[in-house]
């Protein structure tokens, strides 16, 4: 099972929206509702940040929301703060009964 | 408090085999489907294993399929991971996670404990 894809890196200015795309399959992200986000601080364990597409647990900021369109599942922030910055994986559950993660992209607030 | 610890993590030669386990606490454990999953230094994350809240399923990544097996004890709010025929890009750090809604996605993770697979 490959890696979800994501791009490498992403940034933007406090303030900015951005959006991390992830690329899967129609055996992956584009034929289940179960894709999930995650933030993960240096040395720290991830945090959830979007389940099933695009909801979100209580405590988690409403700057973050979670989309999907065919096999690309997208994270956005809106209003980006210096805590945003961070690396983010997307998820999601598999065809063969698995789970597979995202590439991960590292976020930098300029 | 609800928290999941792990240990059982260390340096180990290649081939060899190691236990991991993860105390749970805080929360009705047996309610819970349970993940591995692991991260290589400076890399990602990689989903490992699953185990069904009463143990009856069992799910694998194709990387560890017939060497690592996962298992719980519910008596004991404890988790498992057998690490056998262990190879140097099994080198990472393991953390136990928990499933809420059995959606595949984790709400709480352990710290994690490091395997280092050298000779």
């Known amino acids: 099972q490959s890696a979800l894809t994501q791009p490498a890196s992403v940034s933007g200015s406090p303030g900015q929206s951005i959006t991390i795309p992830c690329t899967g399959t129609r055996s992956d992200v584009g034929g289940y509702n179960y894709v999930s986000w995650y933030q993960q601080h240096p040395g720290k364990a991830p945090k959830f940040m979007i389940y099933d597409v695009t909801r979100r647990p209580s405590g988690v900021s409403d700057r973050f929301s979670g989309s999907k369109s065919g096999n690309t599942a997208s994270l956005t922030i809106s209003g980006l703060q210096a805590e945003d910055e961070a690396d983010y994986y997307c998820?999601?559950?598999?065809?063969?009964?698995?789970?597979?993660f995202g590439t991960g992209t590292k976020v930098t607030v300029l | 408090q609800v928290q999941l610890v792990e240990s059982g993590g260390g340096v180990v030669q290649p081939g060899r085999s190691l236990r991991l386990s993860c105390a749970v606490s805080?929360?009705?454990?047996?309610?819970?489907?349970m993940h591995w999953v692991r991260q290589a230094p400076g890399k990602g994350l990689e989903w490992v294993a699953l185990i069904y809240s009463d143990g009856s399923d069992k799910y694998y990544a194709d990387s560890v399929k017939g060497r690592f097996t996962i298992s719980r004890d519910n008596s004991k709010n404890t988790l498992y991971l057998q690490l056998n025929s262990l190879r140097a890009e099994d080198t990472a750090v393991y953390s136990c996670a928990r499933d809420p809604h059995s959606h595949w996605y984790f709400d709480l993770w352990g710290r994690g404990t490091l395997v280092t697979v050298s000779s």
């Open positions: 998820s999601s559950y598999t065809s063969s009964n698995t789970l597979v």
């Open positions: 805080g929360f009705t454990f047996s309610n819970y489907h």
